[in-house]
């Protein structure tokens, strides 16, 4: 007997026990999304100059001090002070502002030391910098001075982080697949919990960036196991509302970072403040379960029985021992498959591509996150450097997430998966590519058609993965969503670089991601309709999807080609 039988006709889809799970499995996409934005203040840049000796410290690193009774003068009011020590110099935009990596070399002449003859060529800040406390008090920027030219190793950083992402996909899901989803869960907490304080130590900037690695590896790895267990204990008219409810949780996360960010304003203090809260889950030892479904599709009958009966228990329902044993004969015996596959079977990557319909649903799952990937982080790159206290622009532009998420809950239950992921990315397409068309004096158009796109892609990416996790089966759910994750930090790694672009021709990256999201919008028609139908268990189902229809008899689900069906649907009727 199927799991979705045993749900639907004994456990009950959405009972106390299906609660209590997804509750304490999307609750863990809190801490996920508060590392994953880290970044945004812990490599915090604040406005900073050379440091100039004989100035006092105290007085540069901290402007907004004034008299007793005086407002306190801004930066800029402050850099005018430094005019006959920092030389003025030409922004991005083609303004005048004083240079943040270069000073006047102002040394008094050695043949007449009382004289006030100036050598105004300019040096490099060979005396280390100082930083504008107002907003940070600290960052790892000011930490390790990553200005100037050490800035490119601020992006590494973050680059590091999302290889650190893609390997953590690739590997959770080899070992949720293979060992299971319990003890994957449970590893990545412990391991997120001593990398993620670890960090807040690092004494060098080499120490930091390779706890960050680990830290994207194990938190990706949290994330998406503990996604898929719980969608595996859910029947199928749930799935939606549970993606909806863990992307809500992330989000939270992203709201949660900036408001912690805005109260300690110091980066060792906001990384213990994120990481040291998931002590919390170390509890999960005690109350996670294994997934009933994952035991089955594995042919460990004795650990699916003693879940699911305390599943029953706390339900409050009973199982007839019938349902034991039909369990039992469907694991020895299939009678559409022959002998039951994964009872012996080892899986691995290649089963992702070793058949021809779940090659192509593969390849083209594993497009559209990187695309929406690169997309998601390529429009947002620029957030932070709005007008306005970054801490609010920070959480205002988290918020609008929550109207992306509400606008695909509303939408895949009524249309199903595909029709809105595809109306979001060409919506995102054209909105970004019509930036090209858009003169440099309507700049305030420019940015609401980013916005628009950044909205579309947001939309699509709610909805990816619940839909990517319906297309793989059971056997090998965790290490398709693992792999498909590893090719999107790619398209995250790549982001920054397309963004690069933009000083050849300012619209160019906008354009570069809205023809991406336009292809990948038109590629997602080949793939499969998932709204309404069972979970995919074993590779057949799964290369059976599109192509096949469900037939639900009394013991199980069968699998039925839609060329036999009629025939096969006579005999079910006469039987």
Known sequence: ???????????????????????????LATPVGMHSMAMAFLGAVPEHHCHLLGRSDSVSAAPHLALPGELAPTWLDYMHTLNDSIPLEKDANEEWTHSKCERYHNNVTANDLDSLAYNKSKLQCTDGWVYDKRLYSSSVVTEFDLVCDRAWLRELAQAIYMLGVSFGAMFSGALSDRFGRRPTLLGSIVLLLIFGVATAFASHYVIFVVLRFFVGAVAVGLYYTAFVLGMEVLGQSKRTMYGMVVTLFLVGGYIGLGVIAYLTRDWMKLQLAISVPVTVFLTYYWIAFESPRWLLANGRTVEAREVIDRAAKINKVEIPEKVYELMNENIHFNEDVGPYETTQRVYNVLDLVRTPNMRKNTFIVAF???????AYYGLSLGSAELPGDPYLNYILSSCTEIFAILVAWATMDRWGRKPPVIAALILAGLSCGATAGVPKDLWMVSTGLAMVGRFGVSVAFDILPLYSAEIFPTVVRNMGIGAVSMVARAGGILAPFVSL????????????????????????????????????????????????RIVQTVDKVVTVPTEEKTEILDKVTSV
Request: proline share 6%; with cysteine; glycine share 8%.
């Open 368 to 374: 559209s996150w990187f695309v929406c990937t690169a």
């Open 501 to 548: 672009l933009g000083k050849s021709w300012a619209p160019l990256p906008l354009v570069i991601f809205g023809i991406m999201c336009f292809l990948d919008g038109v590629a997602i028609l080949t793939i499969p309709e998932t709204l309404g139908v069972p979970l995919p268990d074993t590779l057949e189902e799964a290369e059976n999807l599109g192509n096949c």
């Open 1 to 27: 007997m199927e799991y979705d039988t045993i749900l639907s006709d004994y456990l009950g889809e959405y009972g106390r026990f299906q609660k209590l799970t997804i509750f304490c499995m999307a609750v």
